[in-house]
């Protein structure tokens, strides 16, 4: 069965030092992954995402996350965090085929320090 | 612009008057969905939509009801709800993958959510 674990519900971090959001994942076959990112009161947006292309993928505001496969981690980095970057974070993994689920991670409250 | 509109935004009702949360998107997207989200639970998928007049079962669909009549609408419907009914709704919709290999998929596309509370 498919499944998503964020190993962390908070992180926090000091402006302009790094960002590291864990999650690993089960996946019965090759999975597509993704990060959306949420704001205080605001609907969800993708940040990145991967589908077997390139391992290391880049997304929008600074952020990238690798894939491992041979440690079933998907982890979200950015090199400085910014105060904007204060959110929720969730790691999402695809079930795919006709059935078309995702599959949330329980999300990590990243909290950016002036 | 390219959206998913959910109306409304806020509700507030009791035990057992019958609701309906509207999802419209704009972008001709086959694929739609329902989300509810808990604090400490993520999001959890209630139902979801292949195409016109397809819909099956997510992870928590007890108490759900939903419709797909047209491409760009995707009601949810509450019938009687209940107070463990109240939580924050999402929904999504995005284009569905033909020819891909398993497990892959497209990203969904938000809705702006709608917080409900039922007394």
Known sequence: AQSVTQLDSHVSVSEGTPVLLRCNYSSSYSPSLFWYVQHPNKGLQLLLKYTSAATLVKGINGFEAEFKKSETSFHLTKPSAHMSDAAEYFCVVSVGGSQGNLIFGKGTKLSVKP | ?119
């Open chain 2, 1 to 119: 612009e390219a959206q998913v509109t959910q109306n409304p935004r806020y509700l507030i009702t009791v035990t057992g008057k019958k609701l309906t949360v509207t999802c419209s998107q704009n972008m001709n997207h086959e694929y739609m969905s329902w989300y509810r989200q808990d604090p400490g639970l993520g999001l959890r998928q209630i139902y979801y939509s292949m195409n016109v007049e397809v819909t099956d079962k997510g992870d928590v669909p007890e108490g759900y009801k939903v419709s797909r009549k047209e491409k760009r609408n995707f009601p949810l419907i509450l019938e009687s709800p209940s107070p463990n009914q109240t939580s924050l709704y999402f929904c999504a919709s995005s284009f569905p993958t033909s020819g891909r290999a398993k497990g892959s998929y497209n990203e969904q596309f938000f809705g702006p959510g709608t917080r409900l509370t039922v007394l």
